[in-house]
Structure formats: structure tokens, C-alpha cells
């Protein structure tokens, strides 16, 4: 049963910021399964990519002949939980499509196991880097005596 769907527009300028997205969680439920994805993984525009990379080397003090070394520029969005205003856990990983499970047991590595308990839990949405324009899509299905 889905319990939560949300999608949405992360911008340049919420680089390095989280977005906190309160969602419920109804008595009963056992385990939950978060399906989420973002896009573009990679900034498409290689001149502005290389623009980047060039005043993020001269900012830490680092100089490179050629910064194309570190292409391609990739935008990075990774989730943490909290339910009821406690630490779930946090995915920080690099794939731009992922599936968290959260349960009792065999949670998602990072994700602390344990029984679910029904009411306000906050998916984080931490921006580690927003290069461009990102759209994202995050559903949560609930199972169990729901």
C-alpha cells in the first residue's frame, strides 16, 4: 500500500542543504520500502562541468593542468530516515535509482533494524551536490496490518 509519493525540482541553489519531507505512518505497518530516484546524474554541459571544476580546484587550493581529470561532474542526493524524530538511518550512496528497506530485520545496510512504528517519520533529502536542475521521485509503500 503506498503511504507517501512525492516528487519535485532540486535547484542549484539548494546545493549542500537538506530537504526535510514529513510523511505518516500508519499503525500496523511492518516494513516499508522506499523506491527513490533523481536525474541527471551527470551535468550534461561539459563546458560548464569544466567551469566548475576549475573554480572548485582554485577555491581548495588545488592547481591541475587539466580538469578534465574530473569529469564528469555527477549531482549527488542521498536519503537519511528519522521516525518520530529519531534516527532510522541514512543511505548515503552514489546510484541515482535505489530501493530502501526499512524493517524489523534485513534492513537496507545503514539502516538501523527494528520494529516500525506508526507516526510522523521525515525522509531527509541531503544535497550533497546540485550542479543543475534535479528532478526527483520518492515513493513509500507500507506493508503489514495496515
Not at 573554480?55 to 537519511?80: C, R, W
Not at 545496510?109 to 520494529?115: C, E, S
Request: charged share 20%.
Amino acid at each position: 500500500m503506498q503511504i507517501f509519493s512525492k516528487g519535485g525540482i532540486i535547484t542549484p541553489n539548494e546545493d549542500k542543504t537538506n530537504i526535510v519531507l514529513d510523511f505518516t505512518v500508519p499503525k500496523g505497518t511492518k516494513k516499508l520500502t522506499v523506491h527513490f530516484s533523481y536525474s541527471p546524474k551527470y551535468l550534461e554541459d561539459e563546458e560548464n562541468a569544466a567551469e566548475i571544476v576549475t573554480a572548485g580546484l582554485k577555491k581548495y587550493n588545488v592547481s591541475v593542468v587539466n580538469p578534465s581529470e574530473f569529469l564528469p561532474v555527477a549531482n549527488l542526493v542521498t536519503l537519511s530516515f528519522d521516525e518520530n524524530r529519531q534516527y532510522r538511518g541514512a543511505c548515503h550512496r552514489q546510484p541515482n535509482d535505489q530501493t530502501i528497506v526499512i524493517a524489523e530485520t534485513d534492513s537496507t545496510p545503514g539502516i538501523i533494524n527494528g520494529a516500525i512504528h506508526s507516526g510522523i517519520w521525515d525522509i531527509v533529502l541531503n544535497i550533497h551536490y546540485a550542479g543543475c536542475n534535479i528532478d526527483y521521485k520518492i515513493d513509500v509503500e507500507g506493508e503489514g496490518e495496515v
